[in-house]
């Protein structure tokens, strides 16, 4: 339901025509009852980038002086 364009009788529907016959309205309550405890889950497994660094090092000669080169990439 959260991807898709349905509407709680349209889903009811479906599960009908496959043997499940379940009231819109109790559609309604496992959503009320169930997303945010599945997107907590989402959440936890899609963490934004930024909290991982990419650190590089390398040496590299600079006016004939060798010096390091330090690089971060979040």
Excluded: C, F, M
Excluded at 32 to 55: D, G, T, V
């Amino acid at each position: 339901y959260l991807r898709y364009a349905l509407s709680y009788r349209d889903i009811s529907e479906i599960l009908r025509e496959r043997g499940v016959n379940v009231h819109h309205s109790t559609i309604y309550r496992w959503v009320q009852e169930y997303a945010p405890i599945l997107y907590q889950i989402w959440k936890k497994k899609h963490k934004k980038a930024y909290y991982k660094w990419r650190i590089d090092e390398t040496y590299i000669k600079i006016k004939g002086k060798w010096s390091y080169l330090y690089r971060a990439i979040d």
